[in-house]
């Protein structure tokens, strides 16, 4: 019925617009009206000082994700919800110092230039003889196979190449030889690998891991040939527990067995505030939980807010969230909506690819296609053209379409680069990627284009009323108890997070 009252609405001239909209709106309240950028952006500008104020980052196990925390629960109890903090423990990860590498009376290599350090890195001072490992990768890959290191001398260092098998399946390789320190150089294969390695050795080590670039890393192997290449290696890591947390709020209307889930991940990276990933999901998600309480009766669903923790480790705070369910909560889950990277400065209108029209394999739950239509629907309506977004899992509704909850969501694109088709669509430069500041300090208030900010969380908040109205299309709104079907997990790594 709004869908149509919505295009009759814009078939009509523009005087009956003006007329028309004060009485529709005062009976039928319209989230995607209330939902209004100026509050988006107030929320974005408070999480902005929280992170001015803690050392630049939200990330989890830092103070910037407490008070984070602390934010989103105030606002919530503020807008008249009972929140609720969920914690749970992760292997947290911090450089102390930058990480020293050079070649003892030779050059001394600069840090983030030269190489990087690996996430889950030990600490160590190491000075010893460097040998290449397997460097041309027969077999597996270099370095991948326990095989590779025969040979090798305890206490030396293991020059590795990339490729083949996880940094963690290297270092583990590496540390099992007796090696003291491991350095995986980049294997030049594409144009992204050809600087320091940055990514995530997966668990916490006992030996140094950096990552030199593929120039440097191919010029010590070289000079490594003759059995008597030193190298100085040092790092100051922190490997220890932490906890994160989940805030969740419901709203008091709705039927309690068909709830549907809106998320966004309210963490941020070590190098940044986070302020379009995932400021702007978070904004957005907090403004709906504000507004919804104005439609009412309307609201036929359970809504249930949720701010994820630990996304940016590997989708932490929504998987914890997923598997402590018991079977019986999990089936009264109608679907999730993710809302991840709203307010890309080089953005697109991206709509998770629910029917996987674009074969990205992934094979959704049935429903998430509904979803997408639901989101194509509204833009349609608004003469807005969108692109199918990959679903790939690479955000918090992978757990959820892991256990065969349908998804949907919409993003503006991450550090991927935007195609002339797009350019040509929304505006903004071809071969450059939507966020130039993806996962980067510059990640700020200003990283954000207002224009896709306000249509995507228009969009979301459109989605959550329909859905909340009835998710019909989505699973035939039955209550029964839904056995939930795992299906095997996502082959994407998590969040985008660089394993191998
Ligand atoms: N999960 C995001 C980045 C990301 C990459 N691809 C997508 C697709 C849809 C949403 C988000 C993303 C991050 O937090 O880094
Ligand atoms: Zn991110
Ligand atoms: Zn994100």
Redesign the pocket.
Known sequence: MRTIAIGTLIGLAAAAIVTAAPADAAEHPRLDRLVKLQDIRRHQHDLQKIADYNGGTRAAGEPGFEVSTQYIVKQLKKAGYRPKVQDFPFAYFKERTPAVFDRPGGPVYKYGTDYATLDFSGTGDVTATAHAVDPDGTGVGSGCEPADFAGFTKGDIALVKRGGCTFSDKTSNAQTAGAAAIAIYNDGAAPDRMGPVEGTAGQAWQIPIIGPTYQLGTDLVKASADGTLKLHIKTNTINEQRTAHNVIADTDRGRADNVIVMGA?LDSVTKGPGIN??GSGTATVLTVAEQISQLGREIKNKVRFAFWGA??EGLLGSTYYVTHLSAAQKATIALNLNF??LGSPNGRRGVYDGDDSEGSGTNPPAGSGAIEKVFNDYYGERKLPTSP??FDG??DYGPFIDNGIPAGGL?SG?EKLKTPEEATIYGGEAGKPYDGCY?QACDTYANNNATILDQLSDGAAYAVQVLAKSTLPVNGERSAVRQAAARPAAQAAP??LVTR
């Open positions: 991940h990933d995932n996304e940016e991840d990277m977004s990959v690479r955000s993003d991450a996962h969040a985008g």
